[in-house]
């Protein structure tokens, strides 16, 4: 009588032998992934730049109320300053989104498939 440990190794080789038969079988969609991530990120994206321009609208409309509200000419230069960097935040996330489109015009498709 045999030891199951001894079947192990015959049982492995054969699973092994039957899933690159499955993998090597099956059809590949190369094309189906590539547009599903694209499509992904590009959701992505969208809910980001949206998220990006409400918080930076809200963010520069509280600099703007406290330059044209405040007293203190301390809290204006802050608030001037931090509306810089809102804006410029802002016109980077914008830019790598643009870059990123003009990007994908420029690389084939063909590179991607199979």
Do not use: H
């Not at 099956?26 to 990120?41: C, P, R, V």
């Not at 109320?65 to 016109?91: P, Q, Y």
């Amino acid at each position: 009588m045999t030891k199951w440990t001894e079947k192990v190794p015959g049982f492995l080789g054969r699973f092994y032998t039957v899933f690159l038969m499955t993998v090597a079988m099956s059809q590949t969609a190369y094309a189906d992934i590539f547009d599903t991530a694209k499509t992904a990120m590009q959701k992505v994206y969208t809910d980001v730049a949206g998220l990006a321009t409400v918080a930076a609208v809200v963010c520069a409309a509280v600099c703007l109320f406290l330059m044209n509200f405040s007293r203190s000419g301390k809290t204006v230069d802050e608030s001037r300053s931090w509306l810089k960097r809102i804006i410029v935040c802002w016109a980077a996330l914008m830019t790598l989104g643009a870059i990123v489109t003009y990007m994908e015009s420029i690389i084939p498709k063909s590179m991607f498939s199979p």
